[in-house]
């Protein structure tokens, strides 16, 4: 019996490749009928005997392109109108409901085009097809067609145009093809911007390997690049760009050579290899080859990535490793526009690797590292972003503005969470802009008018202060650790309450103090302060944060007064130390922040690291690095004492700290202070959810906030609390840090919405 169905498909189906795949699948089933994208996603008609057409519709789930997501399929029954062949037409409109697909690592049929002789793509930088390439750095706006991309000044040539036409082609309607003839061109400029000539790619390899540093463009902005191998170009690097001691990424050619200087796992070749590319933090091995010391000083892991983009592996032939760091002044975007790339980056760099391809939006690199037995986001961006995560629908459309630092945003769409890319720290008027005109370009592609506005509750953050600008909706300003706890029970679709162990360096509380060593109850819609640290002094406010010293000096005088300080570790305490104690103890700009941060902040200065610093969490991040350093022997963990404090459960570190003083008196140093500190927060972490398990009931426990990073501190609490018989919940699709803040708050007011609180 011939039968005929009409098929609306959503999900992320254009520009991967679904349309001729679901032309390849008509045709071999024969059926009539035809397909097109239209702006919600895909439609199509197929006739044909039932039994073929109901084939068609199971692997049109089962068997979709590899880029394809395929979220709905709804088909109806129609009538039939003797169609016998099968056709390809011209996009349509409608109201705007289709995904777009991130930025994809190329695919091994494009590397083999690059790498073969014969083919007439050898050693072109810029292939690509409908399985791998660029797609959210060069979209416009939707539908996903070549005019509406940055790729419709490249008209096509007749090959390419061959391809681009022919339904069983892997190119077809692969809206960024292009080949040598009439696709885009590699420049290579000097430091003033002044083109030269001869072989672009070369003159670029031949400044790195001089030791020079060249701006390369990618898909999502310019990276700077040097040797990695030498420690003069590192430096320079490192001094061009003041970034004094964070550690750079690295690319690699293959899995082989990251093996060379790495140890590498299963799961994290995988997540290396994989076409979303993301940088990985991995150990770096102690009987290999080494890298400069500067690339990541002191520090046992390295961020490594492979090339995703041809430029990328043809960068990489016959080099030594190198340095694959964004493309910005510190603090500041990614630079990705032409026109400003010499004008920012010309003090840094020494030549620009560049190309007529233009970038419609910046997109730096995804960073991962596998832990707990999972790979987990440190930073969400270049093939994450705009992939939606899911949320509970709640009727309304949803803006969460984000935080402070690590900024992304987030939009809401019924189910749909499209959170943002890096964006990265609201503190300058560039990274300002950009953050606004994103959120721009989000609402337009995604078609999304905000009905309400999620922020943080900090008055002083730009995106609290942006929300507040927003005075047509509704807006809800959600608690910055409410915000975390909700962003993995979101992530994990828990609505029921749990244990929240939010831990990071700073988020204003409701009580105007600084949170961040926080024990929470509560679920998407409310929470309950269970617990928290005993309130640390910040003498000089922020500026204790860049001098942790400052916060270590409080920390004694509060655990043990002139008797401790008296005991104070060689090179603690700063000329005037005596007159900025004076200044804290009378509450002279001096907060009170209960954050697990600042305490990391402060144990870390008092083991004589850490007490000057140059970049947020620094710190605590040498402090973890001490446990790959040999104790040489073992001591107990530190303790805390859980005090009741009005029906609060207050976490006393006092005589942890006197503790850290006492062993460093004895000479047992860093490693041995860093590992019984470590070990101190994974045994506090234990006895307070079991004593909230026993007045509660709750079985639950969540870990959130930057702390979180930390691998160790993760993968020791975490098997702790299971052991014990919690289920823990993590993030893993958005990073633990600020980074995922802006999604939590979206959870938070859509868990409002749906109880009837806004």
């Not at 991967?16 to 024969?30: C, D, K, T």
């Not at 204790?544 to 270590?552: K, T």
Request: with cysteine; charged share 20%.
């Amino acid at each position: 019996m011939r039968v005929r169905y009409a098929v609306e498909v959503k999900g992320i189906v254009q520009g991967v490749g679904f349309r001729p795949f679901v032309y390849g699948l008509a045709v071999h089933n024969q059926l009539g009928g035809w397909v097109l994208n239209h702006a919600a996603g895909v439609s199509l008609e197929i006739e044909g005997e039932a039994e073929d057409c109901e084939d068609f519709l199971i692997r049109l789930r089962e068997d979709a392109p590899a880029l394809a997501v395929v979220e709905e399929v709804q088909a109806r029954r129609i009538a039939p109108q003797e169609a016998y062949s099968f056709a390809i037409r011209e996009s349509g409109g409608g109201a705007r409901d289709t995904l777009v697909s991130p930025d994809m690592g190329i695919c091994e049929d494009c590397l083999a085009e690059l790498r073969d002789p014969q083919n007439r793509r050898f050693r072109y930088a810029f292939t690509n097809c409908t399985n791998c390439g660029p797609r959210f750095t060069i979209i416009e706006s939707l539908p996903y067609d070549r005019p509406r991309t940055t790729m419709r000044v490249f008209p096509l040539c007749a090959d390419c145009a061959r391809e681009y036409q022919d339904p069983l082609d892997r190119r077809f309607h692969a809206q960024p093809n292009a080949c040598p003839v009439c696709g885009p061109q590699l420049r290579f400029l000097d430091a003033a911007g002044r083109e030269q000539p001869g072989d672009a790619l070369e003159a670029a390899k031949q400044a790195i390997r001089a030791g020079e540093i060249i701006a390369v463009k990618g898909i999502g902005g310019y990276h700077l690049v040097c040797d990695a191998t030498a420690e003069s170009a590192v430096t320079l690097l490192r001094n061009r760009k003041y970034r004094w001691d964070k550690p750079f990424a690295v690319m690699l050619p293959d899995l082989d050579t990251v093996r060379q200087y790495c140890l590498v796992e299963e799961a994290e070749a995988e997540l290396l290899a994989s076409q979303r590319r993301p940088i990985v933090l991995l150990r770096k091995r102690l009987d290999g080859s080494a890298l400069a010391g500067e690339v990541a000083p002191r520090n046992p892991r390295i961020g490594v990535m492979l090339p995703y983009t041809p430029l990328h592996y043809l960068l990489c032939e016959q080099m030594p490793p190198l340095v694959m760091t964004s493309g910005n002044v510190s603090d500041e975007p990614i630079v990705y526009e032409d026109t400003c790339a010499v004008t920012a980056l010309s003090g840094i760099a020494d030549g620009f690797l560049t190309h007529n391809r233009a970038i419609f939006r910046r997109c730096d690199d995804s960073v991962a590292v596998y832990a707990a037995h999972a790979p987990r986001l440190l930073r969400r961006s270049r093939g994450y972003a705009p992939q939606p995560l899911t949320i509970l629908d709640c009727g309304r459309n949803i803006l969460a503005c984000g935080g402070e630092q690590k900024n992304t945003f987030c939009l809401t769409r019924r189910d749909k969470a499209f959170l943002s890319q890096h964006i990265g720290d609201l503190d300058n008027q560039a990274t300002l802009e950009s953050y606004q005109r994103e959120i721009g370009y989000f609402q337009e592609m995604f078609a999304v008018s905000p009905q309400v506005v999620a922020c943080d509750m900090h008055p002083e953050y730009l995106s609290t202060q942006y929300a507040r600008s927003c005075r047509d909706e509704a807006r809800i300003e959600v608690q910055h650790h409410h915000a975390h706890l909700a962003s993995v029970l979101a992530e994990h679709a828990v609505t029921g309450e749990a244990i929240g162990l939010i831990f990071d360096g700073t988020g204003y509380g409701p009580d105007g103090m600084l949170w961040g060593g926080e024990v929470l109850i509560g679920d998407c819609a409310g929470f309950r302060r269970a617990a928290h640290l005993r309130p640390l002094l910040l003498p000089g406010g922020s500026r204790a944060i860049r001098e942790p010293w400052r916060i270590a000096l409080a920390a004694l005088a509060d655990a043990g007064g002139m008797d401790l300080l008296a005991s104070a570790p060689d090179g603690l305490l700063r000329p005037g130390w005596q007159i900025l104690l004076q200044a804290a103890q009378q509450g002279i700009n001096t907060p009170r922040s209960t954050s697990m941060g600042r305490l990391f902040d402060a144990v870390a200065a008092l083991a004589g690291i850490g007490r000057t610093v140059n970049y947020e969490g620094q710190a605590a991040v040498e402090l973890e690095q001490e446990l790959s350093m040999p104790a040489h022997a073992a001591y107990a963990p530190y303790t805390f004492r859980i005090a009741q404090e009005d029906g609060m459960h207050v976490i006393d570190w006092r005589q942890l700290i006197c503790a850290v003083v006492a062993d460093m008196a004895a000479g047992r140093g860093a490693a041995v202070i860093a590992r019984r500190f470590h070990q101190a927060v994974v045994a506090l972490c234990l006895d307070i959810c079991r004593c909230i398990r026993a007045e509660s009931g709750l079985t639950q426990v969540a870990l959130s906030g930057g702390c979180w990073q930390n691998i160790y501190l993760l993968e020791q609490t975490a098997a702790a609390l299971q052991a014990e018989g919690f289920r823990v919940l993590l993030n893993q699709a958005v990073p633990a840090n600020d980074g995922g803040l802006a999604y939590g708050q979206a959870a938070v007011a859509a868990a409002k919405i749906r109880k009837g609180m806004i």
